[in-house]
RNA sequence: CGGGAUAUGGUGUAAUGGUAGCACGCGCGCUUCGGGAGUGCGUAAUUCCAGUUCAAUUCUGGAUAUCCCGACCA
């Protein structure tokens, strides 16, 4: 019986890595294709992590005193239009109305790429003095950018985030701000998500349009590539200027104020499933993950049921601090809803057959690592507490092993061209800091500068490319 | 936007110039249930528009869509 059912598997993530994403995702009922080329559907299941992410992240956000406000989606062309490298930047991927109310309008409107006009449009008008600031708002919301080649989660027309724009009376409190940001973020990462990364600044090339400078959370991803986990940029006044937004200081003078945003978008979901996940599906990070704890009543034979299903109630009602689903469904078998549950990526699992009743214990599996434990029925939170610790700990182990072993130092562009083209990677570089060669290494080895880790120091050392000096090294990546 | 490929039930596939088969799924019944159960009955398909032909799902042309590879991608 059990030797001619085949069973339905997943492409192993190491024979095809984009196919066996894409299956993962559709499988597992994350999220679904739309109607609409570029643009994807976020089933419940898929919806209830980032609901996770929104609940915990908005916590962090209104901890430093940032409240949540929110912004109309279309906006009209000329507020765009204000900040030159901005437009610029964004004309090439924006959707644009024409219509309206059946007749061409006569200034355009553009869907939000990104809010930072609308809301300085606002801004300029809310603030008049010193004691306005500072000012910081945050809003959670949808964005639209036409990109021609979507992937699901990591690039899609439509995605959702959060976008956090605040205005400060000086130029430190906004550096101050910016790097406050990431680093919430780099934090957020780690403790949540379970996926270490590089913290650090972008250049020139790969800025914001419109800001002074870039902060960014760089992760490798297991088929090496760097993917950009969220933003801060110090926009310093390059758009309080433009946008008019002026201050009294204590003295009476009229200033111009300095901004920062900083934001985390869905694409951060493709992240959690690529870095944790295995050949039998998701592995969700217990912090984030919608279901924590999956009950499997095991109705071995007909006799117990309503004993079992009660004994789970009971289980469930124990575990109240946990998010927690029984899986009563009579039309299957164990076997199959063990499966499902891997493919889904619960944490843990506890079975729960008449074997356990007559012992007064449960069986306790970790989704990571497999582990089988059995456990009382008195013990029974704090195990779970503890399993749950562990996997949520152990998945960042891994995380911050596989970033270590991936990122080298390379001193020649030959070895750099070399790891470039088979294993990737990130590599740590000296760089002279001219677009130039960052321009010509992109164009020969497709990898681009990820980012000047935040910690770096000033050192004596010759240019990767040009071999010019250069003092400090920058990481660079194939990027997705 | 350039190069390539594909288009058959809900999904994955097979076959054919003349009757579209299989598996999964789905619905109902019975037997099952400790790692993806078995069985019976049922359900549902040739992308669109032309052309060739007695006859096109099959051949030809076009349209459209999707996928892969490039270019683009805060």
């Not at 059912?5 to 192993?12: D, H, N, P, R, T």
């Not at 080329?37 to 992410?53: H, S, T």
């Not at 689903?325 to 493919?343: A, C, H, M, T």
């Amino acid at each position: 019986m059990k030797e001619c059912f085949e069973k339905k598997q997943l492409i192993k993530k190491s024979k095809d890595f984009s196919k066996w994403y894409t299956d993962i995702i559709i499988r597992s009922e994350l999220a679904d294709y739309s109607p609409l080329k570029g643009c994807m559907v976020f089933m419940p299941y898929g919806f209830a992590i980032w609901e996770n992410i929104r609940k915990e992240l908005d916590m962090e956000i209104k901890k430093a005193g940032v409240k949540n406000a929110y912004f109309p989606s279309l906006i009209p062309e000329k507020l765009l239009k204000k900040e030159s490298s901005h437009i610029k930047g964004f004309s090439p991927e924006l959707a644009i109305i024409t219509i309206g109310g059946g007749k061409k309008l006569k200034e355009k409107i553009i869907i939000r790429p990104t809010s930072e006009t609308i809301i300085y449009e606002m801004y300029a008008k809310w603030i008049k003095s010193w004691r306005d600031l500072p000012l910081a708002m945050n809003q959670w919301c949808n964005v639209i950018r036409w990109e021609k080649r979507p992937r699901l989660f990591l690039r899609t027309i439509e995605f959702l985030w959060q976008e956090a724009h605040t205005v400060h009376c000086s130029y430190s409190e906004a550096e101050k701000e910016s790097k406050r940001a990431i680093n919430m973020y780099a934090d957020f990462y780690r403790e949540f998500f379970a996926i270490d990364g590089i913290l650090g600044e972008k250049s020139e090339l790969e800025r914001f349009p419109g800001a002074k400078s870039t902060y960014t959370y760089e992760m490798l991803m297991p088929d090496n590539k760097a993917l950009q986990g969220c933003t801060s940029h110090n926009l310093a006044q390059n758009f309080s200027k433009p946008f008019n937004i002026r201050f009294l200081d204590k003295e009476g003078n009229e200033k111009i104020p300095y901004q920062t945003s900083w934001g985390l978008s869905t694409r951060s979901i493709g992240a959690l499933i690529m870095v944790h996940s295995d050949d039998q599906g998701l592995i969700i990070p217990p912090r984030l993950a919608p279901i924590q704890v999956v009950i499997i009543p095991i109705f071995h034979d007909k006799t117990r049921i309503s004993e079992i299903e009660k004994k789970s109630e009971e289980i469930k009602n124990i575990l109240k601090n946990f998010r927690v689903e029984i899986d009563k469904r009579k039309n299957y078998s164990v076997g199959w809803k063990f499966n499902e549950w891997e493919l889904k990526g619960v944490p843990l699992r506890i079975e729960i057959g008449k074997k356990e009743i007559e012992k007064n214990q449960i069986i306790l599996v970790s989704r990571d690592s497999g582990e089988k434990i059995s456990v009382s029925y008195n013990l029974l939170e704090s195990k779970t507490k503890k399993a749950l610790d562990l996997i949520q700990e152990n998945l960042f182990k891994k995380s911050r092993e596989y970033l270590k072993e991936n990122t080298k130092e390379v001193s020649d562009y030959k070895d750099f061209k070399n790891i470039m083209n088979k294993k990737r990677g990130f590599l740590k570089a000296f760089w002279c800091e001219n677009p130039k060669c960052e321009a010509k290494i992109k164009e020969e080895t497709k990898a681009t500068v990820r980012c000047l880790p935040i910690n770096s120091v000033e050192e004596k050392g010759k240019c990767i490319y040009c071999g010019k000096k250069a003092s400090r090294k920058w990481i660079f990546a194939l990027a997705y």
